[in-house]
């Protein structure tokens, strides 16, 4: 997503939680010109959705434990992984055998 900086964050797909849930400095809105920004209001209005980076939710980065529900997310993300990789059918040999 572009930033009001003229930059791009990648944000995480399908993921609006409550920001008062997630740190100021976490928490990302989008814009109705279709941009993003930090949204650092303190306290946020209960009811404020707004998005994380995709960079907190993904199971390959190392990142403390931030907040349990994150860890959650992560944790399944990862198991989601697993499935998909473990469904995926391996490639055919490169020679077959002689059958005679």
């Known amino acids: 997503m572009p930033t009001l900086d003229q930059d791009w964050v990648l944000l995480e797909p399908d993921m609006n939680p409550l920001a008062h849930t997630v ?9 109705s010109d279709g941009r993003v920004t930090v949204y650092g209001v303190c306290p946020p ?3 404020q959705r ?13 990142l403390p434990d931030l907040w349990p529900w994150l860890t959650t997310l992560r944790d399944e993300n990862a198991r989601q992984a697993e ?3 473990a469904s ?8 077959w055998p002689d059958a005679g």
């Open 23 to 31: 740190p100021a400095e976490q928490r990302w809105i989008e814009l």
């Open 83 to 85: 499935r998909r990789k």
């Open 45 to 47: 209005d209960q009811t």
């Open 50 to 62: 707004c998005r994380i980076e995709h960079r907190l939710t993904c199971p390959a980065q190392p």
């Open 88 to 95: 995926e059918q391996p490639p055919p040999p490169e020679e």
